[in-house]
């Protein structure tokens, strides 16, 4: 196997072991990571949709929308429909938040760390 796939293999043998601090931060990296380097491992995103699915409102935002934005990218790979009661939530979290799409889109297009949501200004402010 390559090294994505060897890594995608761990993360998912190692995931119910996670605290929940690295659950929330550690499901959008990975898959934000993946994504970004256009690498579809289903096994991965299978497992990151089952553990984000209860945890949703407890990620941050860029969380929320760096998965939102990733699983979109893999709707050819994956099937349109195959993750799409995961998406389902992921917009109604996004709704929920109050996050239009445009900005949703910007936000989980960026790295992690890049991105600072500022909500008493209802903007983001991206760094360069």
């Known amino acids: 196997a390559d090294f994505a ?5 761990e993360a ?3 995931a119910p072991e996670w605290d929940a601090k690295m659950t929330n931060l550690g499901l959008p990296e990975l898959a934000w990571a993946f994504a970004a380097a256009d690498i579809y491992e ?3 995103m299978s497992m990151i949709s089952e553990k984000g699915s209860s945890r949703l409102n407890m990620l ?3 969380g929320v929308c760096s998965l ?3 699983y979109r990218k893999f709707e050819p790979q ?3 429909h195959h993750f799409q009661r995961f998406q389902t939530l992921l917009q109604t979290e996004i709704s929920r938040r ?3 799409q445009k900005d949703a889109n910007e936000l989980g297009e960026k790295p992690p760390g890049q991105v600072t949501y500022l909500k ?3 903007a983001f402010d991206v760094k360069k």
């Open 5 to 9: 796939g060897e890594l995608a293999q």
């Open 42 to 44: 289903v096994e991965l």
């Open 60 to 62: 941050n935002d860029w």
């Open 120 to 122: 008493r200004k209802n």
């Open 98 to 100: 109050k996050i239009c």
């Open 68 to 70: 939102s934005v990733s």
């Open 12 to 14: 998912v043998r190692q």
């Open 78 to 80: 994956s099937g349109k």
